[in-house]
């Protein structure tokens, strides 16, 4: 089963950006699926992005046009460029990885924007 770790979150300004990256213990190209979500606090986990093989692309209408996934399998890495980040964008944005009937999450990345 493959280990997910989150980095890249942080505290930014409203209209700003961030990268958030998910590193993976092993080969990532031929997943079913990768993804983000989001959770806020009192709020369940909502779905952000998502990659499923080959490597079609959905996004949430949400974050349409402002948020971009992308994928480095040399690294077996998963990123989400994030733009023009709104306050309701607050959340633990979490990595999930799924291939067959194996699935898992990572620990999650704090993501903060605020003036």
């Known amino acids: 089963q493959v280990q997910l770790v989150e980095s890249g979150g942080g505290l930014v300004q409203p209209g700003g950006s961030l990268l958030l990256s998910c590193a993976a213990s092993?080969?990532?190209?031929?997943?079913?699926?990768m993804a983000w979500y989001r959770q806020a606090p009192g709020k369940q986990r909502d779905f952000v992005a998502m990659m499923s093989y080959p490597g079609f692309t959905t996004y949430a209408e949400s974050v349409k046009g402002r948020f971009t996934l992308s994928r480095d399998n040399a690294i077996n890495t998963l990123f989400l460029q994030m733009n023009s980040l709104k306050p309701e964008d607050t959340a633990v944005y979490y990595c999930?990885?799924?291939?067959?009937?194996?699935?898992?999450w990572g620990q999650g990345t704090q993501v903060t924007v605020s003036s």
């Open positions: 999930y990885w799924k291939k067959n009937a194996n699935e898992n």
């Open positions: 092993g080969t990532i190209f031929n997943a079913d699926l």
